[in-house]
């Protein structure tokens, strides 16, 4: 998930985290993260092939953006 202007969370789906974080700061990512900066990477998880990531994005995405947050805080967690 990445953290936008306006405190917005955008969820999607990458073989290469760091590629692709790089393209959306270039403005050559999604449409929707134009203009958006600064964009920061609050939460990445790896998952065993595209299917599995393609149903973990429509599961993220249906969380509303309290239950986001808790996501990531929990991730956080785990971390430190």
Known sequence: MIRCKGNVLYTGITTDVARR??????????????????????????????????????????????EKEKLIADELDMIC
């Open 21 to 66: 974080l790089g393209e959306h700061q270039a403005g050559k990512g999604a449409k929707f993260l134009r203009g958006k900066a600064p964009l920061e990477l609050v939460s990445q998880q790896e998952v065993g092939s595209h299917s599995d990531a393609l149903k973990l994005e429509i599961n993220i995405k249906k969380l509303n953006k309290t």
